[in-house]
């Protein structure tokens, strides 16, 4: 945005005062036009000024009178025109000084308004700046040139007004100049570098470095021209050797700061995995012409110390040792003639293994910064010098599992956002302003969401909450301050099992991953206490609803909700957070559409009009194949609609599915049918806990898939067979054919119920109990080879009968039920017992 934009918005009477000697009105008329030229870098009254504000007079008044003719108040303009031209044609210099006053306050009053001007502004006047300059330049070295031609030879006139300003003085001006545009090309390049490092956490990045490349050849063209004139004074021989030691110091440093990291390996990086890079030499279509074949670009990883030391040296000193193997590490370094490029681009390289170094205090892995360095050797033409070349790429932090990977970004996101544009590789700050921070992580969540829609100061006030583990009411206690490193990612937060920022991550993998249009339409709350949320809704009606991400679990979306009790009284309801698994089965619009229970989303939008355009059609009738449809419900009981008073604590009702049931032990049992029992099935251990309530209402499914019968669920090619149902144990025909296995049967039976099971969560059916079991007359039945591994001795009655004073009669076994006071989700795709997507992926998951 232009500044003209702003101020042609603001009141003219804040103007008024810079009207006197230039019209309001063709100021209108010149709009951007005006400042786009450099009327505050015209400092001075020598002939270069002057030249340039006479240029400028001309311009602007051909630009005046070509808007004139298209403006109804064409001859009052035309007098304006012409007042300008007899007022400032003898002294062009006094109209630029009354143009900068003009800007000058124009500026002032956006500042005094909105406290900062556009960055386009800004980069537009660096643009001005150094245009001017290097036309200033380029005149001082013609006037060398001409001041050479001339010699000694040259008539008394020209002579007269060249006395004062002699070959040499003119010369050391120009070099002075020179270094001024060199330090400016310097940090327009250090800027770049630093836009790129905030592109890694999302910001805008003009990557086009042609510009850049550009004035680097500008000024390199104008350095051959100086050293041609400098090498012509011979005659001053201390004068000359100080001159081409100023002169090569540019050359040098031009040509080292613009080699240069285009495309940024990935900052978090994991061994044997392949990444690319490309490295660019800005200079190198000018000064590597004639090299007879390609030079070769080689890649090394290094520590922060090693990047320390070579930042210490200014890139002079060559690596010893590289902290890690990389493989396809030499690329040549080429020059395309259409694109006037000169470039190296490594496309299949491969960190194969990392060397850690030493960490200070608590530092984890994850918080060690390495880097890669790009090097190479050239030799520049036409001054036929060699230069080592050397670069490194932004911090990277190495990883060798996947789980690491969290933690590991961040650390990059903190280096990013906080580190300044020069510094000792790779020192940051450890503690930042809180609304630093905040722009931070906006700007992550708009770029990983991929949204136009970012934060609210809502949304901070609940994030400060949360980082500080501070419940302030009013988010100005939160103003001015500072959070640390460690508060973002090392302290574990009050009560639960993971850091602030891995919490935000699952809130950002998730949006990005199922709830991407939803917050692009402003339906998820989001950032949102729970208790914050009772507040909201209980004063609603009922059936009111909002969506917020879960405060306690890692990656969840919930949805509260109002309900009237049996008194009438209104209560806030949570369901349990629905994950990224979860909603890939079925998703959120649909959720709040089988829900009847919910119907306008808070404050008062019904829920068909907030969400109809997430619904997904029904598929109804038979599919091509001749298949009738079927279609996921999502329900939600609440737990005293689920049990009677009368039954609180029992287990619910089950369907009647046949399962396995452990049988009670008797004393009157036969010692013969008493090994076949305890040899698969009694535990010689204490049964599991149970896993604690997670406080959610519980959600249940309208669809239950109930195996026909039951089978194994592992397929073996060995005799082992699935064993009996108990009953047939009573036939004296019945021959058992193989060992019996418990684990044979449904997963969420038997083995999930004893100690060796694959786990401890309590299931939803509830186990039927066998009567007694009886003895078994078949002689045949009591042979324990049939039922005991062969390896196993066949034990005596009297063994037997010691074995059943010792071991405790075990009563008939209940399985306890799970309680909760919340809504509880059961619509998911993994088996009972199996664990969620994020427990195993998500560090710091309780």
């Not at 945005?1 to 009207?19: G, I």
């Not at 909201?536 to 405060?551: A, K, N, Q, Y």
């Not at 239950?704 to 039951?710: A, I, K």
């Amino acid at each position: 945005m232009s500044l003209w934009n702003l101020v042609s918005h603001m009141p003219p009477e804040e103007f008024s005062s810079l009207s006197t000697e230039f019209p309001r009105s063709l100021r209108c008329l010149l709009a951007e036009w005006l400042e786009n030229q450099p009327w505050e870098f015209i400092n001075g009254s020598d002939a270069f000024c002057s030249s340039m504000a006479s240029r400028l007079l001309s311009a602007m008044l051909e630009k005046l009178r070509s808007a004139a003719g298209s403006d109804g108040q064409q001859s009052q303009i035309l007098q304006q025109v012409s007042s300008i031209e007899n007022t400032f044609r003898r002294d062009p210099l006094r109209l630029v000084a009354v143009v900068r006053a003009i800007l000058e306050g124009e500026k002032a009053a956006v500042l005094k308004r909105d406290h900062h001007l556009p960055l386009s502004f800004h980069r537009r006047q660096e643009e001005l700046k150094f245009s001017l300059g290097l036309q200033r330049l380029q005149h001082r070295v013609h006037e060398i040139q001409a001041l050479c031609d001339e010699g000694p030879g040259r008539d008394a006139a020209v002579q007269g007004t060249m006395a004062p300003r002699e070959l040499p003085t003119l010369i050391l001006e120009a070099v002075k100049e020179l270094e001024a545009a060199k330090q400016q090309v310097l940090k327009r390049i250090q800027i770049w570098k630093r836009q790129q490092q905030l592109a890694g956490n999302g910001a805008i990045f003009e990557e086009n470095l042609a510009p850049l490349q550009k004035r680097c050849e500008s000024l390199v063209k104008v350095y051959f021209q100086l050293q041609e004139q400098v090498m012509a004074m011979s005659s001053e021989p201390d004068l000359l050797s100080r001159l081409l030691e100023r002169l090569n110091e540019v050359l040098s440093s031009l040509v080292k700061s613009s080699f240069l990291v285009e495309k940024q390996p990935p900052q978090v990086l994991k061994t044997q995995t392949k990444f690319q890079a490309i490295v660019r030499f800005l200079l190198g279509p000018q000064l590597l012409k004639a090299a007879p074949k390609p030079y070769v670009v080689r890649a090394d990883m290094v520590t922060e110390k090693q990047a320390r030391e070579l930042e210490l040296s200014n890139y002079s000193n060559i690596l010893s040792e590289s902290t890690g193997e990389i493989v396809h590490n030499t690329v040549a370094l080429e020059t395309n003639p259409t694109s006037g490029t000169c470039c190296a681009n490594f496309k299949n390289v491969l960190l194969k293994k990392i060397k850690r170094c030493e960490r200070k205090g608590s530092e984890s892995v994850t918080e060690e910064k390495c880097a890669v360095l790009f090097s190479t050797n050239v030799i520049l033409t036409p001054s036929n010098v060699s230069i080592h070349l050397q670069v490194l790429s932004l911090p990277i932090v190495v990883i060798v599992h996947g789980n690491q990977d969290n933690n590991a970004k961040a650390t990059v996101l903190w280096d990013n956002a906080f580190s300044d544009i020069e510094r000792v590789p790779f020192v940051v700050a450890d503690r930042v302003p809180w609304d630093k921070m905040c722009d931070t992580l906006n700007l992550k969540f708009m770029a990983e969401v991929q949204t136009t829609k970012g934060l609210l100061k809502e949304h901070y006030f609940f994030l400060a909450q949360k980082i500080f583990n501070d419940h302030s009411t009013s988010p100005e206690d939160f103003q001015g301050r500072q959070v640390s490193w460690a508060q973002f990612n090392k302290e574990i937060l009050p009560g639960r099992g993971f850091t602030f920022w891995q919490w935000f991550d699952g809130v950002l993998d998730l949006t990005k991953r199922c709830l991407k249009s939803y917050w692009s339409d402003r339906l998820i709350m989001g950032f949102i206490s729970k208790q914050y949320v009772c507040k909201l809704l209980s004063m609603e009606p009922d059936g009111t609803f909002l969506l917020r991400f879960s405060d306690s679990e890692i990656g969840g979306v919930t949805i509260a909700y109002v309900i009237r009790g049996k008194d009438g009284s209104s209560q806030v309801e949570n369901i349990q957070p629905f994950s990224a698994k979860d909603l890939s089965i079925r998703c959120l619009g649909d959720r709040i559409r089988d829900l009847g229970q919910l119907r306008n989303l808070y404050p008062n939008i019904p829920k068909d009009q907030a969400f109809g355009s997430h619904y997904n059609k029904e598929q109804t009738g038979k599919d091509g194949r001749g298949y009738v449809s079927t279609a996921i419900k999502m329900t939600v009981e609440r737990e005293r609609d689920q049990q009677p008073p009368s039954t609180v604590g029992a287990p619910p009702e089950a369907p009647q599915t046949p399962m396995f049931s452990l049988p009670v032990l008797q004393h009157e049992l036969h010692p013969e049918s008493l090994q076949p029992l305890l040899a698969p099935i009694c535990p010689p251990t204490p049964f599991c806990p149970q896993p604690i309530p997670t406080g959610y209402p519980t959600v249940e499914s309208n669809i239950m898939m109930v195996p026909n019968r039951l089978t194994s669920p592992f397929h073996s090619p060995s005799p082992m067979v699935s064993p009996p149902s108990l009953s047939h144990c009573q036939d004296p025909a019945f021959r058992p054919p193989g060992p019996f296995m418990p684990n044979q049967y449904m997963p969420g039976e038997v083995s999930q119920l004893l100690p060796a099971g694959p786990s401890a969560e309590p299931q939803d059916e509830e186990m039927p109990e066998l009567p007694p079991f009886q003895a078994v007359e078949d002689a045949s039945l009591q042979s324990p080879s049939r039922w005991m591994s062969p390896g196993m001795e066949q034990s005596s009655a009297s063994e037997l009968e010691q074995l059943l004073q010792e071991v405790p009669l075990l009563p008939p076994f209940t399985p306890l039920p799970q309680h909760s006071g919340y809504p509880n989700s059961s619509l998911s795709s993994w088996g009972l017992g199996e664990p969620r997507w994020d427990d195993s992926i998500r560090p710091g998951h309780a």
